[in-house]
């Protein structure tokens, strides 16, 4: 099982960050331009008084090793459903693999801190599990290597938005 932290700066403060996170166009720019998703779309997003729960559905630009590629399949998508503790700010979700959903678990927490008037920390805390014989260990460390650059970009890409004064 891998457990690893992302932390990204971010060039706005805690509201606009949490209304980006979850817009609808900033995401599908996110995932469809920038990180070449074929596939990505918001199922539903809804608000409660104490939450936001958002489900999404997407196919990954993948490049996996050969044998992760063949098992997963050409035609790999997942889904997620996360959700915003308004009252603590905190992000948690889950994503489901089209393949291998009772081997495989991806999930993890979000979280932003205010670091100065217009900056804040983003730090993503992720688990990803395949059990999976033989091959279970190279499945996780292929996710990880595609979850850091995604979320890497991500981070780019959102403080180019801002920086083009776009905001959700």
């Known amino acids: 099982m ?45 608000e409660t008084a104490t939450e936001i729960i958002r489900r999404s559905a997407g196919k990954p630009k993948m490049n996996l090793p050969g044998p992760v590629e063949k098992l997963l399949g050409s035609g790999f998508r997942y889904t997620e459903e996360g959700r915003l503790n308004k009252a603590t700010n905190v992000w948690t979700f889950k994503l489901t693999p089209s393949t291998l959903a009772d081997k495989m678990r991806n999930e993890g927490v ?41 979320w890497e970009l991500s981070a780019v890409f959102m403080n180019k938005w801002i920086a083009q004064g776009k905001t959700a």
């Not at 992302?6 to 166009?25: A, M, V, Y």
């Not at 100065?116 to 059990?131: L, Q, S």
Request: negative net charge.
């Open 2 to 46: 891998g457990k690893f932290t992302l932390t990204h700066e971010i060039n706005c403060n805690l509201e606009t960050f949490w209304k980006l996170f979850l817009d609808k166009t900033f995401n599908e720019e996110l995932y469809r331009k920038e990180l070449g998703f074929p596939e990505f779309t918001i199922t539903e997003q809804v």
């Open 110 to 150: 979000v979280r932003a801190e205010a670091i100065g008037d217009n900056k804040v920390r983003r730090i993503a805390e992720i688990t990803i599990e395949a059990k999976v014989f033989g091959v279970g260990g190279m499945l996780e460390s292929s996710a990880e290597k595609e979850l850091r650059q995604g």
